[in-house]
């Protein structure tokens, strides 16, 4: 079974994460909200409150298959300006693991260098932030083992890819016609 590992930062798009975590635990990967500076509630760009799983200094980050990096502002600039993440992030890539990102935080994937020459998605506005990867306009992209999708709109069929990926079509499938999703 799968293991994978949310990053919520302060400021984060609260959608864009939980959709994707109750996608995934629907899928029965064992998901975890990791909260990036150690404090138990996350408080989102739009003042929701999110009660996290785990702190990122007591994650084993070893025992995940998946990371997944909601955007958000300033929730992105955050895990971006984060040293940890961006090495987090680059020994999943490098490992092979699967590391996916929406909206904005495909800009993290670029600043932990992982994105040279791959094609990649991201929110109009950080377009020119993919400074290595080849911009493709389409909700959700995937290329080798990244996942990148534009933005809130996509956080379905990205949480979708990423259930795909880590669980088969037809889980996938099962989970999209039983959440009533017809896209």
């Known amino acids: 079974m799968s293991r994978a590992a949310v990053l919520f930062a302060q400021g984060l798009e609260e959608c864009e994460g939980l959709i994707v975590v109750d996608l995934l ?4 990967i064992d ?4 909260s990036l500076d150690g404090r138990e509630e996350i408080i989102s760009s739009h003042k ?12 084993d980050f070893e025992q995940y298959d998946v990371i997944v990096l909601p955007g958000g502002m300033p929730g992105t600039r955050n895990l971006q300006e984060d040293p940890r993440v961006l090495s987090v992030v680059s020994d999943f890539y490098r490992e092979g693991k ?3 990102a929406i909206c904005a935080a495909p800009v993290v994937l670029e600043t932990a260098g992982i994105l ?7 929110h109009h506005k950080f377009i020119e932030e993919l400074t290595s990867a080849k911009y493709v306009s389409r909700e959700v992209v995937a290329d080798g083992n990244i996942i990148t ?7 379905i069929p990205f949480g ?10 037809q889980e996938a499938e099962r989970i999209r016609k039983a959440t009533g999703y017809n896209h």
């Not at 635990?25 to 029965?28: E, G, N, P, S, Y």
């Not at 998901?31 to 990791?34: F, L, P, Q, R």
């Not at 040279?116 to 991201?122: F, I």
């Not at 890819?161 to 079509?169: L, Y």
């Open 25 to 28: 635990r629907r899928a029965k």
């Open 31 to 34: 998901t975890d909200i990791v």
């Open 48 to 59: 929701v409150t999110i009660r996290a799983d785990r702190s990122f200094e007591n994650t």
């Open 98 to 100: 699967l590391v996916a």
């Open 116 to 122: 040279s020459g791959k094609e990649a998605t991201v």
């Open 149 to 155: 999708a534009w933005g809130l709109g996509a956080a």
């Open 160 to 169: 979708l890819s990423i259930v795909e990926r880590c669980c088969g079509s």
